[in-house]
T-cell receptor, first 112, second 113 residues
Framework: EDKVVQSPLSLVVHEGDTVTLNCSYEVTNFRSLLWYKQEKKAPTFLFML????IEKKSGRLSSILDKKELFSILNITATQTGDSAVYLCAPRTTDSWGKLQFGAGTQVVVTP | DVKVTQSSRYLVKRTGEKVFLECVQD?????MFWYRQDPGLGLRLIYFSYDVKMKEKGDIPEGYSVSREKKERFSLILESASTNQTSMYLC????????????FGPGTRLLVL
């Protein structure tokens, strides 16, 4: 059975701190892994990772995938209160329809 | 910008009622998805559709059905609502060529009494 585990479940940090979020997965026919940010409502797309060891960056956010050890990390540097959200990881298999298997998410709270 | 809209933000229904949740996207996307989100469980896929009148079961289809009569509209139907269907329901769409990059609607929080 496919499994996606995110850790920690939640964390509280001060503005300016760096956070590292973990996503480990066991899915059949893995193809790619996506990260989403969910604030009050709809998840919004952050990254899609397909290759091991290649870091993707977007501003203060970066992410990397390890297909051998079956995990991904999402880093947020110099955190701001606007980074407060639930961060979801979702591996995708090789099926044609883009079906995603979401983890339960990590809730990040950034305090001023 | 892709826009995915859902007919209601909040909905309160009684056990046994038939419930319709509507989702509309304006980007001509082929794929559409219905998820439910519960604390500690993440998003779980109920049904998805890759074309008009086509549908596929997701991981938790029991108690739900769907309808896709037009490309832009994907409806989720609870035939006889039960209290364990109280949840946040999220609709998403994606383009055929990049199906994994899904754009989400704002969600409908459904309470079944």
């Amino acid at each position: 059975e496919d499994k996606v585990v995110q850790s920690p479940l939640s964390l509280v940090v001060h503005e300016g701190d760096t956070v590292t979020l973990n996503c480990s997965y066991e899915v059949t026919n893995f193809r790619s892994l996506l990260w989403y940010k969910q604030e009050k409502k709809a998840p919004t797309f952050l990254f899609m990772l397909t290759s091991s060891g290649i870091e993707k960056k977007s501003g203060r956010l970066s992410s990397i995938l390890d297909k051998k050890e079956l995990f991904s990390i999402l880093n947020i540097t110099a955190t701001q209160t606007g980074d407060s959200a639930v961060y979801l990881c979702a591996p995708r298999t090789t099926d044609s329809w883009g079906k995603l298997q979401f983890g339960a998410g990590t809730q990040v709270v950034v305090t001023p | 910008d892709v826009k995915v809209t859902q007919s209601s933000r909040y909905l309160v229904k009684r056990t046994g009622e038939k419930v319709f949740l509507e989702c509309v996207q304006d980007m001509d996307h082929e794929n559409m998805f219905w998820y439910r989100q519960d604390p500690g469980l993440g998003l779980r896929l109920i049904y998805f559709s890759y074309d008009v009148k086509m549908k596929e079961k997701g991981d938790i289809p029991e108690g739900y059905s769907v309808s896709r009569e037009k490309k832009e509209r994907f409806s989720l139907i609870l035939e006889s609502a039960s209290t364990n269907q109280t949840s946040m329901y999220l609709c998403a769409s994606s383009v055929l060529g990049v199906p994994e990059t899904q754009y989400f609607g704002p969600g409908t929080r459904l309470l079944v009494l």
